[in-house]
């Protein structure tokens, strides 16, 4: 069974980094796409950044672009999630996520993903 737990959440001041980490255990990570999401209170969980099986392809929601950074570490069997310039609207439970398939691309589509992790919560201050 795949587990994926999320660190690296806090309370910061806005204008803060914070570095989210997503371990992965019952599988190694290598061929697999990796995903970050977050959810908002009373709001829809949402892409955040998705990274490839190789770390060649990484893409973005507009909304971080610029300020976030998707990266990997195959040989810790971790995937990171730097972010820089936060913003209150930045608030939010910020989870990883896996699809079922290897070789996936690392798309924004909730539905493609299949093993999730229990979350961390960032919240960011005016």
């Known amino acids: 069974q795949v587990q994926l737990v999320e660190s690296g959440g806090g309370l910061v001041q806005a204008g803060s980094s914070l570095r989210l980490s997503c371990a992965a255990s019952g599988r190694t990570i290598t061929s697999y796409a990796m995903g970050w999401f977050r959810q908002a209170p009373g709001k829809e969980r949402e892409f955040v950044a998705g990274?490839?099986?190789?770390?060649?392809?990484?893409n973005y929601a507009n909304s971080v672009k610029g300020r976030f950074t998707i990266s990997r570490d195959n040989a810790k069997n971790t995937v990171y999630l730097q972010m820089n310039s936060l913003i209150p609207e930045d608030t939010a439970v910020y989870y990883c996520?896996?699809?079922?398939?290897?070789?996936?691309?690392?798309?924004?589509?909730?539905?493609?993903?299949?093993?999730w992790g229990q979350g961390t919560q960032v919240t960011v201050s005016s």
């Open positions: 990274i490839s099986w190789s770390g060649a392809t990484t």
């Open positions: 996520a896996t699809p079922l398939a290897r070789w996936a691309q690392p798309t924004g589509d909730i539905n493609e993903y299949d093993y």
